[in-house]
Nanobody
Framework: QVQLVESGGGLVQPGGSLRLSCVVSRSILSSTFMGWYRQAPGKERELVAAISRGSSTTYSASVKGRFTISRDNAQNTVYLQMNSLKPEDTAVYYC???????????????WGQGTQVTVSS
């Protein structure tokens, strides 16, 4: 079983910063997709940021310019650096990776347990 362990969430004041980490129990060299989603109470889960195997990145309009997604293949880790945090960023953040099966064209999707980010005065 592939496991994703997230850390770095917490309570921060508006304008502050946090860095989320997601450690994958297998090599991420076979990843076809890695991304961060978030879900606020009563809201649908939304994609916040994504990074491809070629390290191209995409961001939702609400976080573009403030958040940065990156990965470290040697550490099997994907990061989300969050700067200039706003109360609207309050949500549970989830790491998601798609890993290709050995000897197959198919990929499987895996999710982290979620980490709470609260932005409040």
């Amino acid at each position: 079983q592939v496991q994703l362990v997230e850390s770095g969430g917490g309570l921060v004041q508006p304008g502050g910063s946090l860095r989320l980490s997601c450690v994958v129990s297998r090599s991420i060299l076979s990843s076809t997709f890695m991304g961060w989603y978030r879900q606020a109470p009563g809201k649908e889960r939304e994609l916040v940021a994504a990074i491809s195997r070629g390290s191209s990145t995409t961001y939702s309009a609400s976080v573009k310019g403030r958040f940065t997604i990156s990965r470290d293949n040697a550490q099997n880790t994907v990061y989300l650096q969050m700067n200039s945090l706003k109360p609207e960023d309050t949500a549970v953040y989830y790491c998601n990776v798609n890993l290709r099966r050995a000897g197959s064209w198919q990929s499987d999707s895996y999710w982290g347990q979620g980490t709470q980010v609260t932005v409040s005065s």
